[in-house]
Nanobody, 120 residues
């Protein structure tokens, strides 16, 4: 199947920056979209940003130009650069993969999540 390994979370002060990474591996034939979602305590999981196979991106309204999603095709890794972080950005961030396996079956996978805490 597909394994997603996330890294880069941690504690940062308001106004600070973090970069999350998500490396995908496994029996991948093609990637339709990779993205980042987040879930704060007591809230539902929500989309933060995603990047499509052709390179198009879209962002949640609350990002307001502070985050940038990018992808390294050679490494099959997606990044989320987060700047001007706010306390309300505190959440567990999850990487998501949607694509096709070498078996030609569609597949979706989630990472284990990485905690981002924005606090002084």
């Amino acid at each position: 199947q597909v394994q997603l390994v996330e890294s880069g979370g941690g504690l940062v002060q308001p106004g600070g920056s973090l970069r999350l990474s998500c490396a995908a591996s496994g029996s991948i034939f093609s990637t339709n979209v990779m993205g980042w979602y987040r879930q704060a305590p007591g809230s539902e999981r929500e989309l933060v940003a995603r990047i499509f196979g052709g390179g198009d991106t879209n962002y949640a309204d609350f990002v307001e130009g502070r985050f940038t999603i990018s992808r390294d095709h050679a490494k099959n890794t997606v990044y989320l650069q987060m700047n001007s972080l706010k306390p309300e950005d505190t959440a567990v961030y999850y990487c998501n993969f949607r694509g096709t396996l070498r078996s030609m079956r569609s597949h979706e996978a989630w990472g284990q999540g990485t905690l981002v805490t924005v606090s002084s």
